[in-house]
Structures are given as C-alpha cells and as structure tokens.
C-alpha cells in the first residue's frame, strides 16, 4: 500500500513548524508545546474514518509478543487531540498473529495510504500534518525539554538549533564520528525516558498495594536514570552548538593525524590479557596457554578491566579474555577491525551490557576486519547481540543469547554491503537468530540454533551460504524470505526448503530443519513501507 511521503528543505521545515508553534507571538515554554500541537492539528487532522499503516513500536512489539517491525492496516475511529494519538480499529495483518481489534496509537506511528474508501477526505492535509508532527517529535523534541524553566521560549531558543542540526547531519556537514555521538546520546535519552516512565508506573502501582511502601531498588534505579538523563542533557547542549561541534571536529582530525603519524612509524600490533584475578599458578597456565596461541612479536600488556582495555587499545589489536562475565559499553576502539578471544570455555567467557546503558546492540561493527571468537554474547536488554555494519566480521565458536527471552530480540544483523562469517557458532532462545538485509553476505558453518522464535531473516539481494547447520524447533519459521522477486502474485509461500532451490542468493547444503511451529520456509512479500534515508538522521 502506498503512503505518502514529504521530502522538505530546512527553510520549509523551519518556517512550516514556526508558524505552527509561534503563530500567536507569545512566549510558548516546553510545557506548551504539545498544547500548540493540540490547537493545530484540531484545524487540519480529519477526525475520523481514514485508512493508516500503522508502525508498531518495539516495546508494544515486545507487548504483544511479535516481531519488531511489524506493521498493520488500521482505520482511524477517533482522534484525542489533546492526547496527540488515535483510536484504530486493525483491519488487516500480514503475519499470523494476535492483536487486539482495536488499539489507542500515538499519531506519529501512522502512516495515512493513498487509497481511502472515503475520497472526500483530505488526506494530504491530514499526512502532511502527521509529517510535520513526526518529524518534529522524533528529531527535534528531546526528553529532557519537559524539564525547562517555563520562563524560557522554547521555541527561539531550540527550533532552529535543532533544525540545522538534523541537516547538518544528513549532508554530512557533521563528521560521522559526531553523528555517532548525537544518535547514541538521543537513542539513549529515549530509552531512558521510556525506562523511567515504566518505572514511575510500577512505583505508583506499588503504593497502592503496598501501602506507600515503595521499592528501594526502583527508587535507586529511578534515581540513577534521571541522573544519566541529565547527563546526556549537558552533553547535547554542547554538540548542538555549531561552534562547539566544530571545535571537537578540530580537535578530532588532529588527533586523527596523530594517530596516523604513529601507525605509520609503527606496524607492531598490541595485545591485552584481561585477567579477572585467580591463584599465581592458573594466571601462569593461562599466560602459557596464550603464548601458545600468539605471535611472539606482539607486545603484549595485562589488564583487569575488558571495558577499559576496549576503550583504550588501538584498531586491530588483540585482546585475549579470561574467563568471568565481562561488563562493557560496545566494542570500543576495535569496532573498527580487531580480535576478542575468550582463552576458557566459551560457557564461562560472557559478554554483556554494563549497567543500565543503553544501545542498539552490545557489539556494532564497522571494521575492514573483525575476530570474535570463543565467547558468550548476551544481549541482555538490548535488541541485538551484534551488528555487522562495513567490511568482514568472523564470529567462530560462540555462543549468541537472550537469558531473558523476547520475541524483539536479535542475535546478529548483517547491514547492506556488510560481510559476515560464523562457523560453530550456537544462538540460543533469541526472537530471530540471524538478519540479513539486501546486499549483506553471509558464510556460515556448523551453526546451531535452539529456542528461538525464528531462525532466519533474510531480504532480497541478500546471499546466504550455509552448510550442515540445524535449523530445528522454532516457534515459527527456519527461515523467512522477505522478498518482493519471488513471490507472483500470492501474499505468501510456505513450505520445506526445496522452496529456496529457486533462490539462487541462498544456497544450503547439509543443513538440517525440522519440528518448526510454523514451517520450515516462509517466502513473505516485503511491506512498501520503508523510512527514507533522509529521515535517518538521528535515527538508530
């Protein structure tokens, strides 16, 4: 189903959502601006009975216990102005799955369609409308802006800023190191928000039950979060202002020559043994067992902290692990190409999330060579053990999981253009093992996967080569084919794997699937739904 799409300048945007917000010439502080949304959207947005695609958000995903992203065909039964979301009545699904008849969705979820039943509406008023609305709630307003003093104008004092911004972003104006930055610290601020919202609501339930016995644990949390929040606040004001970002853009590219300078004096790569502490002798055993393993040219340092030694070690270094569960914050300096080796038993050697950070996934790689091998990734909260970003990632002999198991949850995604070689690996009670998208490449080996909801997904134009792996016991399907080239003119396929001899970028050879809920293959017509490049900026 088609939808409509706006693709606007910086001076549409700018004097579009001024006249919006400031139209009166009134002093118009945080804690107004969704009430000038109200008054807007009351004149333009048709009140009832047109036809939407409806994005579903990953918590409610997570809710419902399906995919993320799904989405759906809703009609609007009723729009809360004030509220700024809607009534929907869900008319149609894809998948086979539960979802209420209908459901209260924010506005900004809902993507109006071309056809409507009803011809008399105005839909390019009502999707323009929701267009200036989602653009401004997902790129401009900031979760910590309700906070602001109400003396102060919102409006004159972030509007533009944040406009500039996002463009300045998405022409690159921004170097990509920044960009990473900005996204990590909105995307965290997000997610914080939500975090602290779910928690207020189990405190206020708690007081209820309990008496006003409030949890200390959640109260700590609450604290700390609201703390980071603030944190993340500073942060921004600083990289918001286009001076500053300039500055560290100095900054950064002479460090960068620096670096440069010393690689090209020095061609010996560095190693780390990240040693959580032990008696004298296993220390020796396990130091004998490295040398074994390693060049014995490689200058070689021993550390007590992986997060520290990440963020300290330079690209295409060589960590070994000892064994322990090892708390980090992402791959550090070797997202960009390096080895992290457990030296124990994989089932003892654990990756996961310090804290309560929060990001896409525990390990994002970008580099042109990546080694991850004999390690438990656990992703914990997160919504992706590893993704595979640019250039070659080997994952050999791991072990990919959930120990809290949700249907969102992802073990490794594959990126366009991104390369990913896995041998021996087992994932482990995750939603969807593996994700492919168009123009990834993956080489996997004597992998396993068990207690999952799906195996894997995997879009047109994207290549799999997979030998004597087992595919068994999904909730749903083996692996699922979102494709628009082999589908004529049925919805859907389901079948064996005989369905993908048809496929030539998917090529299976001893592998093994059985006992799945659903099937072992699902060739499944991709949604027309897709977010423009342009709008993700200050995405994910």
């Not at 997570?62 to 009534?87: G, K, N, R």
């Not at 086979?96 to 071309?114: G, S």
């Not at 390096?338 to 790689?365: C, Q």
């Not at 005989?498 to 499944?524: A, R, W």
């Amino acid at each position: 189903m088609e939808i409509y799409t706006f693709d606007k300048s910086l001076q549409e945007r700018l004097v579009e959502l001024t006249e919006i917000l400031s139209s009166r010439g009134e002093i118009v502080p945080a804690s107004q601006i969704q009430a000038e949304w109200s008054y807007h959207i009351e004149l333009v947005l048709e009140p009832v009975g047109w036809q939407a695609l409806w994005r579903i958000p990953r918590l409610v995903c997570e809710d419902f216990h399906i995919h993320y992203p799904t989405i759906v065909v809703v009609e609007v039964e009723q729009v809360d102005f004030c509220d700024l979301s809607a009534l929907v009545k869900i008319t149609a699904v894809q998948d086979e799955i539960q979802l209420p008849e209908k459901y209260d969705v924010a506005l900004i979820e809902l993507y109006p369609t071309h056809n409507q039943e009803n011809t008399a509406l105005d839909m390019v008023g009502t999707a323009s409308c929701l267009d200036q609305l989602r653009f401004f709630y997902k790129y401009l307003w900031m979760p910590w802006d309700i906070d602001d003093d109400d003396n102060v104008d919102w409006v004159s004092v972030h509007l533009e800023t944040r406009i500039r911004l996002f463009f300045d972003m998405k022409r690159l104006v921004v170097s990509k190191e920044t960009s990473d930055i900005i996204r990590g610290l909105v995307r965290e601020g997000r997610e914080i928000e939500e975090k602290i919202s779910r928690l207020e609501d189990t405190i206020s339930e708690g007081e209820e039950s309990e008496n006003d016995i409030v949890d200390g644990g959640t109260a700590c949390q609450l604290m700390k979060l609201h703390f980071r929040l603030q944190q993340i606040k500073r942060e921004m004001e600083v990289l918001e202002n286009p001076a500053m970002r300039e500055i560290l853009t100095n900054q950064n590219s002479s460090l960068d020559d620096k670096i440069e300078k010393r690689k090209s004096t020095e061609t010996c790569k560095e190693g780390y043994f990240v040693w959580l502490g032990g008696t004298l002798e296993e220390m020796k055993a396990k130091i004998n067992k490295v040398q074994a393993s390693l060049s014995p040219e490689l200058f070689f340092k021993i550390s007590g902290s992986l997060l520290e030694t990440l963020h300290t070690c330079d690209t295409g270094d060589v960590i070994i692990v000892g064994k322990g569960t090892h708390r980090i914050k992402g791959a550090g300096r070797l997202e960009d190409g390096g080895t992290i080796r457990g030296i124990d038993s994989l089932e003892h050697t654990i990756l996961n999330m310090k804290d309560t950070e929060t990001a896409p996934s525990l390990l994002d790689f970008s580099g042109s060579e990546v080694l991850l091998e004999n390690i438990t990734v656990d992703v914990g909260d997160l919504r992706a053990a590893v993704i595979v970003r640019v250039g070659t990632t080997k994952i050999i002999n791991c072990k990919i999981c959930a120990l809290n198991q949700s249907m969102v949850k992802l073990g490794v995604v594959v990126l366009p253009d991104a390369k990913l070689i896995i041998e021996n690996t087992l994932f482990d009670s995750l939603g969807t093992g593996l994700v492919i998208y168009s123009n990834g490449e993956v080489f996997m080996n004597n992998c396993n996967f068990t207690n999952c909801a799906e195996g894997i997904q995997i879009h047109d134009n994207a290549k799999l080569t997979a030998k004597n792996c087992s595919l068994t016991h999904f909730k749903e399907y083996a692996i699922r084919l979102e494709t628009q080239k082999y589908l004529n003119d049925t919805k859907r396929k389901c079948g064996s794997l005989e369905l993908l001899e048809k496929v030539p970028e998917i090529s299976l050879y001893g592998c093994k699937s059985e006992g799945n809920g659903k099937g072992d293959v699902i060739l499944k017509q991709t949604t027309s739904f897709v977010l423009r490049k342009q709008d993700e900026s200050m995405e994910t």
